[in-house]
């Protein structure tokens, strides 16, 4: 839990607090919209004009403008303690390794825009390892693969240029085609 997360969450508590001589503090509680976001507060919309709030919330949320958000305050003390619909970031942040374990089910990642892996490496360790796209397409600058058993393919149409050299070795060869084979080149090798 961050520094600053801690000191806005006991600022709410004291805020929510009763005044010692009873009178009442005219607490104001609701939803909002933010209007700007200014360094690490952000302006919420309000009846008497914008209010100025910390953020508070238990999770680590880059507010965006327009933002619904739910806060407290009252005169100049507001905070932003929840997210009713909004469009911003969420960070989580760890100094160490993260585990996502979910030992007697499944874990789920799911977007709309796409999803994003970075790494010096990764890697996928399966069983059995299922890919499903509409698309692939595949930028490398070397491919290596090592595979012990059949490499099995079915395609409609295959095209394959090469720029340099193609090299094919195989303990024996067996190519057909059910109609024409055109083979063209400077000169033709056999044997």
């Known amino acids: 839990m961050s520094t600053a997360f801690t000191n806005a969450h006991l600022a709410v508590h004291e805020l929510l607090r009763e005044s010692p001589d009873g009178r009442d ?3 104001s509680f609701g939803p909002s919209t933010v ?3 200014e360094d690490r507060d952000v302006l919420l919309a309000s009846a008497d004009g914008p209010k100025r709030a910390r953020m508070a919330m238990a999770q680590s949320y880059r507010p965006a403008v327009g933002d619904e958000v739910l806060a407290v305050g009252r005169g100049e003390e507001w905070f932003v303690i ?3 619909s909004g469009s911003g970031e969420t960070m989580l ?3 160490g390794d993260v585990t996502i ?7 789920q990642v799911l977007a709309r825009d796409g999803i994003v892996l970075k790494g010096g490496l990764v890697t996928i ?6 890919l499903t796209a509409g698309h692939l397409f595949e930028r490398l600058s070397t491919l290596t693969q090592w595979v012990s058993g059949a490499v099995q393919r079915r ?3 295959e095209r394959t240029h090469v720029e340099g050299d193609s090299d094919l070795k195989a303990g024996r060869i067996v190519q057909i085609a059910d109609a024409d ?3 063209d080149g400077q000169r033709i090798n056999l044997g």
Request: overall charge positive; charged content about 20%; cysteine-free.
């Open 181 to 183: 084979v055109t083979i």
């Open 25 to 27: 503090r005219h607490l």
């Open 101 to 107: 374990a979910a030992p007697m089910g499944r874990v």
């Open 82 to 84: 929840g997210l009713l």
């Open 155 to 157: 395609l409609g149409r």
């Open 93 to 95: 942040t760890a100094p």
């Open 35 to 37: 209007l700007a976001i």
């Open 125 to 130: 360790l399966a069983e059995k390892l299922e």
